[in-house]
């Protein structure tokens, strides 16, 4: 959208949240949200991997209160093999002009100028969105977890929400795909590691991912396998030698889908704060996420099989490009002793 172009970047969240909320207050006024029949919906999720991952519950409620409904997301395209699967959805579209005129729900829960302007000239009978959410709860002194934050956009259709958990779904030829990989190379049990992260100041020491390597192949049998895209195969490749010990990479070899798979399958999961994480943090495995720079709480991965270590320093948040302690940041007092430690109470139940 040209206009947002000419908006200065730090004021652009805030213009677009304001507008957001106005646009809202003024589709829905003062009608009764939870009585309006819905047939059409299109959910608006503009975003990373990690934060669609946290939104996917969102599909599922929709469904249950709607159920003969058609829902469509918008969303980035390589995002796509993460929800193709997923049955609560049934059209995924990748540019606003790819949507429908009309829409009896807009559920926007990230958009931009585009989706904005769509739905001012498309109005839907009903429509919800973060900015109201999270300006509430800025207002409270409040940065709920997503998963709650995706939880309260959808509140207002429900007496009570329902308390579903988001999930992912593998399709049929990615397990296929996985299980004949795992078959060829005899692996019966493994660790799934990601050491990649978009920022530098997001990821853990590859020394001690190799450490780590050579002690949970030692220590429970498990075999070694890392994954990331094709930018992390040097960085993978340096970690499997320093391990010492037979390892294998996935990186660039498979897609959203083909990890949603392998996922399926692991018995651990240990990765720096990334998308990921948070696929690994709802595929119902024991998981564990080294978290630096990153604001606390909002993308810790949630469930009982899941932990996280975050040593949280007076700097954080921060900009994640340049750190105020060179040598000694957030994520290099991250220790090998405590990650072992973490990893020995998410597998106490499983390796007594």
């Known amino acids: 959208m040209l206009f947002g172009k000419f908006i200065p970047h730090n004021y652009q969240e805030k213009l677009i949240y304001g507008s957001s909320f106005l646009l ?29 991952c946290y939104s996917l519950h969102v599909f599922d409620a ?22 193709e699967a997923h049955p609560s959805i049934d059209k995924i579209v990748h540019d606003i002009n790819e949507t429908e005129s009309k829409y009896d729900l ?22 919800l969105d973060r900015a109201t959410i999270r300006l509430k709860n800025k207002k409270m002194g409040a940065h709920p977890h997503e998963i709650q934050t995706n939880t309260e956009i959808i509140s207002p259709l429900f007496d009570t929400v329902p308390n579903l958990q988001p999930h992912l779904f593998a399709s049929e030829s990615e397990i296929t795909k996985a299980n004949n990989w795992l078959q060829k190379h005899n692996i019966n049990k493994f660790v799934l590691m990601h050491p990649g ?61 083909g990890l949603i798979a392998f996922l399926s399958k692991a018995d651990l999961y240990v990765g720096n704060e990334s998308g990921p994480l948070c696929m690994a943090a709802i595929s119902n495995i024991p998981c564990l996420g080294l ?31 340049s750190c105020k302690h060179p040598g000694n940041s957030c994520m290099d007092r991250i220790g090998l002793i405590e990650v072992q430690e973490k990893i020995v109470e998410l597998l106490a139940d499983k390796y007594e």
């Open 24 to 52: 809202s207050r003024l589709i829905n006024g003062n009608k009764s949200l939870k009585e309006i029949p819905v047939q059409n919906i299109l959910v608006v999720k503009l975003d990373e991997i990690g934060d669609l």
């Open 62 to 83: 929709l469904k249950e209160k709607y159920p003969t409904s058609k829902i469509t997301l918008l969303c980035k395209s390589f995002c796509n093999a993460l929800v």
């Open 106 to 127: 807009w559920l926007e829960l990230r958009g931009n100028w585009n989706t904005m302007f769509k739905v001012f000239f498309h109005q839907p009978k009903i429509r």
């Open 197 to 257: 992260a978009r920022k530098e100041l997001r990821r853990w020491n590859p020394e001690k991912f190799g450490m780590l390597a050579n002690w949970l192949n030692k220590q429970y049998g498990l075999s070694i396998i890392f994954t990331g895209d094709s930018s992390e195969i040097n960085l993978i490749n340096q970690i499997i030698k320093l391990s010492g010990v037979p390892a294998y990479s996935l990186a660039g070899e498979i897609n959203l889908g």
């Open 291 to 321: 978290f630096g720079p990153g604001e606390p709480t909002v993308f810790y991965p949630p469930g009982t099989k899941s932990s996280y270590i975050h040593h949280i320093l007076e700097c954080n948040p921060c900009d994640q490009n």
